[in-house]
């Protein structure tokens, strides 16, 4: 696996907690789990590129998870270290050293989209390997080709997926697709102007787009994410969008 380019990990650490796409990606991920899962927590959860740890952090201390955290790159493991996250492993996701059967959670959050195109699925193929008879698979990825931008580039984004694509790798790793939407959906005509439009016509380098904005802004971005949140929570879906989240479950 290549991996994200290690300078975003810095801009990831200064922004997670309050950013709003962080923020609202979390309670959109939250909605379409806690259903899914009953009420009940994961016996073993694994984060599968879990990148600086906040997340897992979030799953540990606020949830009282049993998470095990995993990632390639040191630079993310040396901000979970930091912050105390436990259980921490260094890994590659497409060669997992755990057993068959291991976990009844496996999430991968915007991990894939750092795999060059086909790669994907030797880690796919990891994930239903550890998951348990019955056990979920998390798949949040970046999606739509027309949405590569300055960050895609800045961050070594090889790839991003379709549904289709995402659910078809799913069911061919012998998942049965449980849950699949668009996230990000919303705010889809914005990126849609400001990636194909505005962003050539200025030309400059690749940049990180996790980087703060004015309140009001930030806010009303939120607000967004947010009305996306209640309307997946509902169990209804977007047939387009930023991200790709599609739930698999392990069948006997």
């Known amino acids: 696996m290549s991996g994200m380019n290690p300078a975003e990990f810095a801009n990831i650490a200064r922004s997670e907690k309050d950013f709003w796409w962080y923020r609202g990606m979390r309670e959109i991920l939250f909605r379409i789990l806690d259903p899914l899962l009953g009420g ?16 897992s952090r979030i799953l540990q201390d606020a949830r009282q998870w049993p998470v095990v955290p995993v990632d390639l790159a040191a630079e993310g493991l ?60 998390v798949i949040r990825a970046a999606a739509l080709d027309a949405l590569r931008s300055r960050h895609s580039q800045f961050a070594a984004e090889r790839q991003r997926f379709t549904l289709p694509a995402l659910a ?25 102007a400001r990636f194909r439009i505005w962003e050539p016509l200025l030309r400059r380098p ?11 802004l930030d806010a009303i971005l939120y607000r967004a994410l947010a ?11 977007f047939p387009a969008g930023q991200s790709a989240i599609v739930v698999g479950e392990k069948t006997a």
Do not use: K, Q
Request: aromatic share 8%.
């Open 40 to 55: 009940r927590p994961p016996r073993r959860a694994l984060e599968a590129g879990c990148g600086t740890g906040y997340f």
């Open 78 to 137: 040396r901000y979970a270290r930091e912050m105390g996250v436990r259980s921490l492993a260094r890994a590659d996701i497409s060669r997992l050293p755990f057993p068959a059967a291991a976990f009844d959670l496996v999430l991968s959050l915007d991990v894939l989209p750092h795999f060059e195109r086909g790669e994907e699925r030797r880690a796919i193929a990891e994930f239903a390997r550890v998951l348990a008879p019955g056990g979920l698979l």
């Open 168 to 192: 078809e790798a799913l069911e061919r790793a012998g998942l049965r697709v449980r849950r699949a939407t668009y996230a990000n959906a919303l705010l889809l005509p914005v990126a849609l």
């Open 206 to 216: 690749p940049a990180s787009g996790v980087a703060p904005v004015a309140p009001w």
């Open 227 to 237: 009305a996306e949140a209640a309307w997946i929570g509902a169990g209804r879906d």
